[in-house]
Structure formats: structure tokens, C-alpha cells
């Protein structure tokens, strides 16, 4: 039974969006998964898809899926890049890895209009302003 099922706790793993600048010194957004553990995370899996609606449209944009192996504890790794014209919907990462040969996931969504300057925090590790989910 569905109520049966306790999946593993995930604790001390972030997704932040994170404002930088480009070799042309141009605005970019990156999203980075962070690894706040004192331990190694393994096998790490993320798919990445936005969803919602624009223009009174309902909208998805591709499902993505990045391979990121080993993140070491207390480091950070770049998923992808986002553009901001998706900012005004829903975008998910979904992240699985395997800690200790158990197998953890999470979903971190970051809802529509919520990744701008007014909700920057600082980011650790990378050391600079953007906005996270723990």
C-alpha cells in the first residue's frame, strides 16, 4: 500500500537560481545544485521542465534531464542556464541521488514570479546573491 511507502528524508540539498555575469559582461540566471552535506551525494539525477500558463494558455516547456554523477560535500555544481521569459511560470527540478546506497529524491519548485532581486539571499558556497530552496 501507497501509505506504506516512508521515502528517506532529504535534508541539506538546495537549488538556486543565481544571477552572473557573462565573458561579454552580460546579465545570465544559472541553476546550481548545491550539496550542504558532510558527505558525498552520488549517482545525481535532475530533470528540469517548466509549466503554467501565459497569455491565458496553458504552456510546458521541454523536459530536461541533466547527469551530474558525484557532487562532494560542501560544493556545488551547475544544472543548466535558465532564461528569464520562464520566470513567470512554474519551474521544477526534480533531483534524485544515492547517499549511503539509499536512493532520495526531491522536487523543488520555484512558482511563478519568485526568482527576482527582491527575494535574493546568499548563496553558499558559489558566494553570490540569487534565490534558493533548501
Do not use: Q
Amino acid at each position: 500500500m501507497k501509505k506504506d511507502i516512508n521515502p528517506p528524508l532529504v535534508e541539506d540539498i538546495a537549488v538556486a537560481v543565481v544571477k552572473e555575469l557573462n565573458e561579454l559582461n552580460e546579465d545570465v540566471w544559472n541553476v546550481y545544485l548545491l550539496n550542504l552535506k558532510k558527505e558525498n551525494i552520488e549517482g545525481v539525477l535532475v530533470t528540469s521542465k517548466g509549466y503554467g500558463t501565459y497569455n491565458e494558455e496553458e504552456v510546458k516547456t521541454s523536459t530536461l534531464r541533466h547527469f551530474l554523477d558525484v557532487v562532494n560535500a560542501g560544493d556545488f555544481k551547475k544544472i543548466e542556464p535558465i532564461v528569464e521569459t520562464v520566470f513567470g511560470l512554474n519551474n521544477e527540478y526534480w533531483v534524485s541521488f544515492f547517499l549511503n546506497n539509499v536512493m532520495y529524491d526531491k522536487k523543488y519548485i520555484f512558482l511563478p514570479e519568485t526568482i527576482k532581486e527582491e527575494n535574493f539571499t546568499s548563496v553558499p558556497f558559489i558566494n553570490k546573491k540569487g534565490v534558493m530552496i533548501k
